[in-house]
């Protein structure tokens, strides 16, 4: 389903907390639109790679908007990496790209890492009127309903970072799919919404051969649905965003 058929559109769900919680679906161009809990999926990399980052032991994450306030982010945060894409490429003087398969075998315990994409951080730092901003993918999906069903918000945004022109978002938007037919208590086949990865515009750009920054372990690790017991809750310290993992007790 392409983002464009099914933007803003609305459901409900009255099995949960959740109880007539109107469920929407914003474009990247959108996000100072979006409003109650948003949930800012990038699958395709962002928010796998963070997830992997966590359960390498990384400490915390911070979102930035480009290059030049990641570098200096990094002159005042002692103890940090930074990891990211420009374009998909990783810009000279970034210790890590965006990959998950990188990042999975990376010594990074400990670490603040400074995150800077070209979808998902910037989905993050232009949600100006969110209740709440949570980052998701397929790999934390899970464990993000876990912590959604039980608050009482009546509107849930979901943020389809990875649908700009050129690039219609499938990905992201069969991940929030996924997520709100599990809120709605659906019985929900995970298989059948990351088919869809492969199948959207950004995968059949990698299946063509014509993607050459993503790897097709990157691509492996972003379709497994459910892996990590965390979601990705972001707050504001200072005057940074802070992304980390919590279990949902």
């Not at 750009?205 to 892996?227: C, H, W």
Request: proline letters at 4%; charged letters at 25%; hydrophobic letters at 40%.
């Amino acid at each position: 389903m392409m983002l464009s058929d099914c933007k803003k559109r609305l459901s409900f769900s009255c099995n949960s907390r959740l109880t007539m919680t109107e469920f929407r679906y914003f474009s990247l161009d959108e996000a100072d639109q979006a409003s109650g809990i948003v949930v800012v999926i990038d699958v395709l990399r962002a928010f796998t790679t963070a997830a992997y980052a966590f359960s390498g032991g990384a400490a915390k994450i911070m979102p930035v908007k480009n290059v030049e306030d990641a570098f200096r982010l990094q002159k005042q945060v002692p103890n940090s990496l930074i990891m990211g894409e420009v374009d998909g490429f990783q810009p000279p003087g970034f210790d890590y790209g965006n990959s998950p398969a990188e990042i999975k075998e990376a010594n990074i315990k400990g670490k603040t890492i400074i995150q800077r994409s070209s979808a998902g951080t910037q989905g993050i730092i232009n949600c100006k009127r969110a209740d709440q901003i949570l980052a998701a993918s397929f790999v934390v999906a899970r464990a993000t309903v876990n912590y959604l069903r039980r608050q009482d918000n009546q509107i849930v945004t979901f943020l389809i970072t990875g649908a700009f022109p050129g690039r219609d978002g499938d990905e992201d938007q069969a991940c929030g799919e996924y997520i709100e037919a599990l809120i709605r208590n659906e019985r929900a086949d995970p298989d059948i919404f990351t088919q869809r990865v492969w199948k959207s515009t950004v995968g059949q750009s990698f299946m063509s051969g014509k993607n050459k920054y993503l790897r097709q372990e990157d691509i492996n690790l972003s379709v497994n649905a459910d892996v990590f017991p965390f979601y990705l809750p972001i707050k504001k310290s200072h005057s940074s965003l802070v992304m980390t993992p919590e279990l949902f007790s």
